[in-house]
């Protein structure tokens, strides 16, 4: 192969990859467009060295590929050379649909899901390499005969989770989420074409559960975290709203044709005929520059909201269980209109209500596999075991400006 270079990955050390065709996708401007994506929004605001990008995430869900299927080739498991260069693509591509900031902004900018996005663009690929694409496409929908081949990227024990979770937790510096991924790897088997996980990795698998959820309220849904991504959201929600009365927002040129477009009122198709493209110049920049462009704007929501998210003046969270009362509402809202020196209708705007949840393992989803000595499959949640039995985790929250 003519071409032939080696990654220094600070996680797992020095990677390269099989095909050509791979390093090519790698050099392609859709693909190099995620080193301009952060992995986790704003979460360096509260973890310092969280900086990472999705173009390092998909390297490193794609290495975590290649090194499963070596894996299952080991235990006979028949994979051709097609295959392999199939699957490896769908993972490196899996997340190249995300927008500005990752999950932070998903729905701010276009209504659509970055999953739906990423085919989009994978289709759009396959039309300019000639069709190389195909199988690749065919595995990222789980339409290919060898499903066990889309669950590697896509299911609860896919190389995208197991690839986020150590990598995060590298960046973050959170110890919880370290799992046994090259255990977890070794432990994999197929069986009537579905991915399993020999019974004696069990509880390397229970660990990687564990790990998940811990991650997520330590890191993904940290209240800090939240508070600053809901600034973001408001920022941007606030821009839109603005533009809609015919007020000057200071922006680049391909965000502004977002902020101004109503996709409520559009089709599918038409948002994928008209704004794919302008999509895919789109970065994390972009958002940024509103942000310092706008601190001084007229609006004082804008602009006082952009100071304080630039300025790390982030607002103070209320995270609880139960659903804050209206009586805890009034207060707040009457407190940061005093302290603004603001009317009430101007302040609810500066006051960002919500909720969030998760749930570490969905035992009603397609579920982990577990291959027993025997040679009988039996589903993780048959076991009995209290991550798997698990239930969701909500949580309500307001953010207001501080007040003091």
Sequence with gaps: MAKKKIFNDPVYGFVSFPTELIYDLIDHRYFQRLRRISQLGLTHYVYPGALHTRFHHALGALHLMTEAIQSLRDKGVGITDEEYEAVCIAILLHDIGHGPFSHALEHSIINLKHEYLSELFMEKL???????LTMSISIFKGEYPKFFLHELVSSQLDMDRMDYLIRDSFFTGVAEGVIGYDRIIKMLNVK??????????????????????????????????????????????????LMASNVKVFCSERLNQFLTS??????????VSNYIDAFSEL????????????????DFVLSYTSKCLLERKLF???????????????????RVADRLNLDNSVAKSLILEGKESNLSYNSKKEEIRILQKNGEVKSLSDFHTEFVKARTVTKFYMCFPPMN
Aim: avoid cysteine; hydrophobic fraction near 40%; proline fraction near 0%.
């Design 126 to 132: 396959n039309a300019e390499f000639d069709g190389q």
């Design 192 to 241: 009537d074409q579905h991915l399993v996980v020999e019974e004696k990795g069990i509880y390397s698998i229970e660990k990687f559960i564990v790990a998940r959820r811990l991650m997520y309220w330590q890191v993904y849904l940290h209240k800090t975290v939240l508070s600053a991504e809901q600034m973001l959201i408001a920022i941007l929600k606030r821009a839109k709203k």
């Design 262 to 271: 109503d996709f409520s009122l559009m089709s599918k198709d038409l948002i």
């Design 283 to 298: 970065d994390d920049v972009d958002i940024m520059s509103l942000i310092k462009l706008n601190t001084n704007h007229s």
């Design 316 to 334: 103070k969270i209320y995270l609880q269980d139960e659903v804050l009362s209206k009586e805890k509402k009034n207060d707040v809202l009457t």
